[in-house]
């Protein structure tokens, strides 16, 4: 008897051993081993997608993973038809990335195409810490290399990751870097995993000869997770499926796609065109945040005060300069501009402010075009050295020169020389870029600015005047007035922190 007992016991400890090894097999080995297994279930697909904003179809985006020796390539293309302040433009912009079986990102290349120029990036990961990377932006190629922590996430590739990695548990919060090839900046994000459901998809579309159109052909239940992805208050909620590939979603600007056949997305399209443009697909009217109260004879009025409520404010650039942050109030005074004192003669003579001086993938202060035209609109003489001066003038310079039209694009200075005209990220991207070309030290700013009863989205330049002075070229005020509401100052990678206001940012105006 007591034989037996040894002989099960030592059994149950080689089963017990057995299960254990099993276990740190399966799930104790070395994470990108797992997801390069995992991944070999996936299977090539292309999935079509309506982009709706306001209810109206307004672009198609298509996503294909395809697979290859090495890994995969997943492309992602999205198509706009856009209204904004009742012009229409087209944008395209598509973003291809090859990665490796585990889903490592080892190369992409991102474009981004409308009737106003084009800009396209591309870059490889060099070994395990180099992200080598050449951008276009209309004055030939630059190359930057970026140091890597670790290699990010591709920004497309993300919530197959999360799906390929067995992370699909309701509760589930992870963070991951990720790389977005549209601003060339990683970021963290942080993604949970909301709930699970089921979600009955179209299968195929067929031919209506009663109704002359296409409508849906049968229906197929397919197991969903609702992904919540957060990075600098900006959330992006998504439905994905087993791969991780995404049936649905919505962000805080009021776009959201849906996963439809393909005849039935360029069929809503269309029908869509055929209503035409209304209020709530019009992208400035859309995202405007009412203001409580009209405020008049704003030329006059040299501070303002404004109580911002709805969005957790750290992290922006409320606080410096014109503006301070008095608990919940934003005071913003308009400077003096008889008064101001720089201090210095151009070129600004000190390192302390190289960033606001040096040329960067959009702003080339260094190309001999910009050089050229700083220069002649900076005038010759005593006064092509004083930076007030010059500050005024090219307020003024391109202010008269630039066509003021509504564009759908990532502007380069480069460009915006050649077309000559451009919306307000136009007229500052040339602005900053002519000042730097000077030795004017000068930054981008983005936030709102009120104009008839509410609050768009605006970016202006600052120059420094001895203090960080606002301007408005597209508007020709020198100084901006009070107005202008700064929350971020910087490139792409800063200026995308905005889109976090929409939709939440309430603002009550005070009495002057």
């Not at 279930?41 to 996503?63: C, K, N, Q, W």
């Not at 395809?66 to 992602?76: A, M, N, R, S, W």
């Not at 009025?301 to 919940?328: I, K, M, P, T, Y």
């Not at 008064?339 to 190309?367: F, K, N, T, V, W």
Request: contains cysteine; hydrophobic residues 40%; glycine residues 10%.
């Amino acid at each position: 008897m007591t034989g037996r007992v040894l002989v099960g016991v030592g059994i149950l400890l080689v089963w017990i051993g057995l299960m254990g090894w099993q276990a740190r097999r399966e799930y104790m080995q070395p994470e990108l081993t797992r997801i390069a297994e995992a991944t070999g279930a996936l299977d090539p697909t292309t999935h079509f997608y309506a982009v709706r904003m306001g209810g109206e179809v307004v672009g198609i985006a298509t996503s294909r993973l395809d697979t290859i020796p090495e890994g995969f390539v997943l492309e992602d293309r999205l198509n706009l038809e856009l209204t904004a302040m009742a012009q229409e433009g087209t944008a395209t912009a598509t973003t291809t990335v090859h990665l490796s079986r585990a889903l490592q990102m080892q190369e992409f290349t991102f474009s981004l195409s409308s009737d106003a120029g084009g800009f396209t990036a591309s870059g490889r990961v060099v070994g395990d810490s180099l992200l080598s990377v050449a951008i276009d932006a209309g004055a030939g190629t630059e190359e930057i290399s970026f140091r890597l922590g670790e290699i990010p996430l591709s920004a497309a590739a993300l919530p197959i990751r999360v799906a390929m990695a067995g992370e699909l548990r309701v509760g589930r919060t992870l963070r991951l870097p990720v790389f977005d090839p549209s601003t060339v900046s990683t970021r963290v994000v942080e993604v949970e995993i909301v709930e699970e459901d089921v979600i009955l998809l179209p299968d195929s579309a067929a031919w209506d000869p009663a109704g002359g159109r296409w409508v849906g052909s049968g229906e197929r239940e397919v197991r969903a997770w609702r992904l919540r992805e957060s990075y600098g208050g900006i959330t992006l909620e998504s439905w994905i499926d087993d791969d991780g590939r995404i049936i649905r979603s919505s962000s805080a600007m009021g776009l959201s796609l849906e996963r439809l056949p393909f005849e039935l997305v360029e069929q809503a399209r269309d029908e869509s065109r055929g209503r035409g443009a209304r209020p709530s697909t019009d992208v400035i009217f859309s995202t405007a945040i009412a203001s409580n109260r009209e405020l008049e004879d704003l030329d006059e009025s040299n501070e303002l005060q404004f109580v911002l409520s709805g969005v957790d404010l750290a992290g922006f650039a409320l606080d410096g300069g014109r503006q301070e942050l008095r608990g919940d109030t934003l005071v913003v005074r308009r400077e003096n501009w008889e008064s101001l004192d720089p201090g210095y003669s151009l070129p600004y003579p000190r390192m302390d402010l190289a960033e606001a001086l040096q040329p960067e993938p959009l702003i080339q202060s260094g190309d001999g075009r910009i050089v050229q035209a700083a220069r002649v609109l900076a005038g010759r003489g005593q006064g092509a050295r004083d930076p007030v001066r010059v500050a005024k003038r090219l307020t003024e310079g391109v202010h008269s020169s630039l066509e003021k039209e509504i564009t759908f694009s990532l502007p380069s200075a480069v460009q915006v020389l050649d077309s000559m005209r451009g919306d307000c990220n136009e007229h500052t991207v040339l602005y900053v870029a002519l000042a730097r070309a000077l030795g004017l030290p000068a930054r981008s700013a983005v936030g709102l600015v009120y104009l008839e009863g509410s609050f768009y989205y605006h970016a202006w330049p600052e120059v420094w005047l001895g203090e960080w002075v606002a301007v408005d070229p597209t508007f020709g005020e020198t100084p901006a007035g009070a107005a202008h509401l700064r929350f971020v100052t910087g490139g792409l990678a800063q200026q995308v922190e905005v889109a976090r206001l929409i939709g939440n940012l309430r603002i009550e105006a005070l009495s002057p």
